[in-house]
């Protein structure tokens, strides 16, 4: 394999696309969040919302690909657009590095050169954005009726966290750094109380987003593995969106569409001891359970997590300051967190 850092060019994520059988929900979920609804495919029923520069699809065909896969999968991340500088010569150059092309005859739902990513959802190569125009001009049409709503602060997707079966963890990183050039930035081995998993953090070459994967290490049910059950094979678990603010993103959620897990109230009696330079307030932090990490003197990041929104699919809520870590001081007391929330539904 050559060692071409960015043999695809790519640029960001354009996209995520959604496909489930409750698109009333879905839409209250992520009006909930502060994303507008704005426009739909010309020729579809799959409707644009967006965020700053976190841009949604929500398909509610009843045929063609995304249909297929929620038939599949219950509410899921069917495709994800990733930004790329030449979508024709990055499809070739990932398919000559051993991806799998989506062909037209596979049903996708959008013109785009694609092929298989995460438990075959797609990626597709998208080439329009930033001065190019944008794929939400050329190709989508206004609503009707739009739903402008005030944006919560989030800003883009920092993360997207894929679950894969035992043992595959591997043939996953490979994916990612054999055609797209990802390197690996971590790796943790978490224990909670009764179970435990592995978790492998990769970085895209274009540096703006980075892709963790987790596979369980037990047979006692623990959380990859009731997610895999769930969601009937490996995919995307969780995005992550970046603010800049947590605790103003946070003041602004309806907690009624949106809960967080539970974090244990013995976690903020060191927390503070261990990160001293947090500069938000610090009740604010306790009240809205916000969970804290620092890798280094003087910087730090602030992260949460939703509990299950849509299937076994959550969202993260992300701020860095001056940190590229993924938590890793929390990865106890989430997984406890996680695990106790199993517990209450019965799942341990």
Same mark, same amino acid.
């Given at each position: 394999m050559s060692e071409v850092k960015n043999p695809l060019g790519l640029v960001g994520i354009e996209f995520t696309e959604y496909a489930t059988p409750d @698109?009333?929900?879905?839409? %209250? !979920?992520?009006?909930?969040?502060?994303?507008?609804?704005? %426009? $739909?495919?010309?020729?579809?029923? #799959?409707?644009?919302?967006?965020?700053?520069?976190?841009?949604?699809?929500?398909?509610?065909?009843?045929?063609?690909?995304? *249909? @297929?896969?929620?038939?599949?999968?219950?509410? &899921?991340?069917?495709?994800?657009?990733?930004? !790329?500088? =030449? *979508?024709? $010569?990055?499809?070739?150059? *990932?398919?000559?590095?051993?991806?799998?092309? &989506?062909t037209e005859s596979a049903n996708k739902d959008f013109p785009y050169p694609a092929i298989y990513g995460i438990g075959d959802s797609l990626i597709y190569f998208i080439e329009i954005f930033g001065d190019k125009g944008s794929i939400y001009d050329n190709d989508f049409v206004d609503l009707e009726e739009q739903n402008i709503v005030k944006d919560k602060g989030f800003l883009r997707i920092d993360h997207l966290t894929n679950n894969v079966y035992k043992g595959t963890m591997e043939t996953w990183a490979n994916f990612y750094k054999n055609v797209f050039g990802f390197e690996e930035v971590r790796y943790f081995d978490i224990k909670g109380q009764k179970t435990a998993l592995l978790s492998y953090a990769l970085k895209s070459p274009c540096g703006t987003f980075s892709i963790p994967i987790n596979e369980g290490k037990d047979d006692n049910n623990n959380q990859i593995d009731e997610y895999l059950d769930e969601y009937n094979g490996p995919g995307v678990q969780h995005l992550a969106f970046?603010? =800049?603010?947590? !605790? @103003?993103?946070?003041?602004?959620?309806?907690?009624?569409?949106? &809960?967080?897990?539970?974090?244990?109230?013995?976690?903020?009696?060191?927390?503070?001891?261990? #990160?001293?330079?947090?500069?938000?307030?610090?009740?604010?932090?306790?009240?809205?359970?916000?969970?804290?990490?620092?890798?280094?003197?003087?910087?730090?990041?602030?992260?949460?997590?939703? %509990? =299950?929104?849509?299937?076994?699919?959550?969202?993260?809520?992300?701020?860095?300051?001056?940190?590229?870590?993924?938590?890793?001081?929390?990865?106890? @007391?989430?997984?406890?967190?996680?695990? /106790?929330?199993?517990?209450? /539904?019965?799942?341990?």
């Open positions: @698109a009333d929900y879905m839409d %209250k !979920v992520f009006t909930d969040f502060g994303f507008s609804k704005l %426009k $739909k495919y010309k020729d579809k029923d #799959v409707v644009y919302y967006n965020q700053n520069d976190i841009h949604f699809l929500l398909n509610n065909e009843r045929e063609g690909f995304s *249909a @297929a896969f929620a038939k599949s999968h219950g509410p &899921a991340i069917c495709s994800m657009g990733w930004r !790329v500088e =030449n *979508a024709q $010569k990055a499809f070739e150059v *990932a398919v000559e590095r051993g991806a799998k092309p &989506a970046l603010t =800049n603010d947590l !605790v @103003a993103s946070l003041d602004q959620l309806d907690q009624s569409t949106i &809960a967080t897990l539970d974090i244990i109230p013995e976690y903020y009696e060191t927390i503070f001891d261990r #990160v001293p330079w947090v500069k938000e307030d610090k009740e604010k932090i306790r009240k809205h359970q916000i969970l804290v990490d620092s890798q280094s003197e003087n910087c730090y990041l602030l992260q949460i997590f939703s %509990k =299950n929104l849509f299937g076994p699919i959550f969202i993260e809520m992300i701020q860095r300051v001056d940190d590229g870590g993924f938590g890793e001081g929390n990865f106890q @007391a989430l997984f406890e967190s996680i695990e /106790r929330d199993q517990e209450r /539904r019965g799942v341990l």
